[in-house]
């Protein structure tokens, strides 16, 4: 996919979801990427020796995850919910568009969204059911999604994306209800609803809004960097080829040697989908 087919792509699905985001359909959407969050509190929680007591989400749009934080992570945790949206978000996107590790992503996102809703929510919870559907779901697309996994990945990933800018206009309102004002009670220790704590919820509220909006540009702007512009050479050689402007004999020995026309080295990647395009125009 080249540079401008990505960036058409990207767009196309941000205004689709801009349009319907509200709409009664998108409740199952909403309810994932809810989750997603949640459930980047419940890693962070397990990942640095903590416990996980309950995962829920609301029909609101809301959830909450209770955890007991291991010795000195509870910074980590509290903060993994908005950032880890945003990497979640912007790792898939960029696997997404460049077409790579689409199948085992897929697998684990489906089990680790399964196996978190199975063992940390209650069944007549809404994150037990958006967990096991979800991730049946994507761990059953990684198995037979085929080629069209990667829009899955670019889709969801642009959901994710969309949601963590979104979500972080929550702070705008009554910040001691958010993340940022749990944060800053903690640290200044002093009731959520305190005052006091107003400032420094502001002050981590713009951090991660920093941070989430640097992780989102560094991947996208990764998966569109300058091995398209080699892909569209390769495909411009091959045009010539074609035209008999070079022999295939020249484009081949050219290939072989991993070099463009012009002598410079292919990406890795780039190779790989050599063999790919020689046999689409039968070079």
Request: glycine share 10%; with cysteine.
């Amino acid at each position: 996919m080249t540079k401008t087919g990505k960036l058409s792509l990207l767009i196309s699905i941000l205004l689709l979801l801009l349009a319907f985001w509200d709409n009664e359909y998108m409740k199952h959407i909403r309810g994932l990427v809810v989750l997603i969050h949640e459930v980047s509190h419940a890693l962070a929680a397990l990942f640095t020796g903590g416990l996980v007591e309950k995962i829920s989400i609301h029909s609101n749009n809301s959830g909450e995850t209770i955890a007991v934080a291991g010795k000195g992570s509870f910074l980590f945790i509290v903060s993994a919910g908005y950032l880890g949206s945003s990497f979640a978000g912007g790792f898939l996107l960029n696997r997404g568009l460049k077409d790579e590790h689409v199948k085992p992503l897929l697998l684990g996102l489906g089990l680790i969204l399964a196996f978190l809703s199975f063992f940390y929510s209650s069944m007549e919870d809404l994150a037990f059911i958006t967990g096991i559907a979800w991730g049946t779901f994507f761990f059953l697309s990684g198995l037979f999604g085929g080629k069209y996994g990667r829009y899955l990945l670019i889709f969801i990933g642009t959901c994710l994306g969309l949601y963590s800018v979104y979500d972080l206009f929550d702070f705008i309102g009554n910040i001691h209800l958010t993340d940022a004002g749990i944060l800053a009670s903690y640290l200044l220790g002093k009731p959520p609803m305190s005052e006091e704590i107003r400032d420094l919820g502001y002050i981590i509220a713009l951090l991660w809004s920093f941070i989430s909006c640097f992780l989102l540009y560094a991947f996208i702007s990764n998966a569109m960097n300058i091995e398209d512009d080699k892909d569209l050479g390769l495909e411009e050689m091959l045009e010539q080829v074609n035209r008999g402007n070079v022999q295939p004999e020249v484009a081949d020995w050219f290939l072989n040697k991993g070099l463009d026309l012009d002598g410079k080295p292919l990406t890795n990647e780039t190779i790989k989908k050599i063999y790919e395009v020689k046999n689409k125009h039968h070079v």
